[in-house]
């Protein structure tokens, strides 16, 4: 049974949905960005610095350390992107819930008063048919 509220808490639904996939897009890539920045962190304390050698060799492994600090440093700014646009979409989803739950109310009260209703119709239905069947034995009766 479709009520008249039933095509818009489809259509919230569906919103909040399309929020909710987002959402979890966002949190997965979060949760990426933090392992990649603590493997990082990692991977630039693991890297050691030559007591002694060649001149070039130092630079090199200073300047391997330089490439994995900017590459630290972009994902921290990825990041903070990303967890705004993250708490964005939270915010965002809370809002599109409280809407499609108040539509969904709404329709549920609606379908309950159908039914109620019809219920209604229902048993005045049945009381008709039982005053019929109860007059018609009355007037055998009263015949024989």
Do not use: W
């Amino acid at each position: 049974m479709k009520s008249q509220f039933s095509k818009i808490a489809k259509i919230r639904k569906q919103k909040r949905d399309a929020i909710e996939r987002e959402l979890l897009k966002s949190q997965n890539k979060e949760r990426m960005l933090h392992h990649k920045i603590t493997a990082l962190f990692d991977e630039i304390a693991a890297v050691q610095m030559p007591k002694e050698g060649m001149v070039s060799v130092l630079i090199m492994v200073g300047e391997q350390k330089n490439i994995l600090n900017r590459e630290k440093k972009h994902c921290e700014q990825e990041l903070f992107v990303v967890e705004r646009n993250t708490k964005k979409l939270q915010a965002e989803y809370q809002k599109a819930h409280v809407e499609y739950e108040k539509i969904k109310y709404l329709e549920e009260q609606e379908l309950k008063a159908m039914m109620d209703k019809i219920k209604r119709e229902e048993q005045l239905y049945l009381d008709e048919i039982s005053t019929m069947l109860f007059a018609g034995e009355m007037s055998k009766r009263g015949r024989g």
